[in-house]
């Protein structure tokens, strides 16, 4: 039970911060308490909680925890404004491979892959469709 109050809190403190982040972008995205505190309080919460009982490994907390919050604050912005800032998603690649680091090279290098892919993707429906896909 510790271990649910202590991510849930810190999973509140770090959807507050990203509330603040989102409305300090260049093209601010004011979002309403306490969506992001909520939302990030409770996916950190339920990581903690499949840690301490074991379903969690430790070398993959740092890495469900953070795209639990980057999930919370790129989804936030891409509902309410319908686009997603660079200043969330540019260093997101690099940041989730860091992440994986504890997983060992094959997990890094597979992420990396999956990463190309999906920019590869993105860039023949870009290409395809522009209207469809915004260029970020």
């Given at each position: 039970?510790?271990?649910?109050?202590?991510?849930?809190?810190?999973?509140?403190?770090?959807?507050?911060?990203?509330?603040?982040?989102?409305?300090?972008?260049?093209r601010?995205?004011?979002?309403?308490?306490?969506?992001?505190?909520?939302?990030?309080?409770?996916?950190?919460?339920?990581?903690?909680?499949?840690?301490?009982?074991?379903?969690?490994?430790?070398?993959?907390?740092?890495?469900?925890?953070?795209?639990?919050?980057?999930?919370v604050?790129?989804?936030?912005?891409?509902?309410?404004?319908?686009?997603?800032?660079?200043?969330?998603?540019?260093?997101?690649?690099?940041?989730?491979?860091?992440?994986?680091?504890?997983?060992?090279?094959?997990?890094?290098?597979?992420?990396?892959?999956?990463?190309?892919?999906?920019?590869?993707?993105?860039?023949?429906?870009?290409?395809?469709?522009?209207?469809?896909?915004g260029?970020?």
């Amino acid at each position: 039970m510790a271990h649910l109050i202590v991510f849930g809190g810190l999973g509140m403190l770090a959807g507050s911060a990203a509330r603040a982040l989102l409305a300090r972008l260049p093209r601010g995205a004011l979002v309403p308490p306490p969506w992001c505190e909520l939302v990030v309080g409770a996916l950190w919460a339920t990581c903690g909680c499949g840690w301490s009982s074991g379903l969690l490994p430790t070398r993959w907390l740092p890495l469900m925890l953070g795209l639990a919050w980057l999930g919370v604050a790129a989804g936030t912005v891409d509902l309410m404004h319908r686009r997603l800032p660079d200043a969330l998603t540019l260093p997101a690649g690099p940041l989730a491979l860091a992440a994986a680091l504890p997983l060992g090279a094959p997990v890094v290098l597979r992420a990396a892959v999956c990463g190309m892919v999906l920019v590869g993707a993105h860039m023949a429906v870009r290409a395809l469709a522009p209207a469809a896909l915004g260029a970020g």
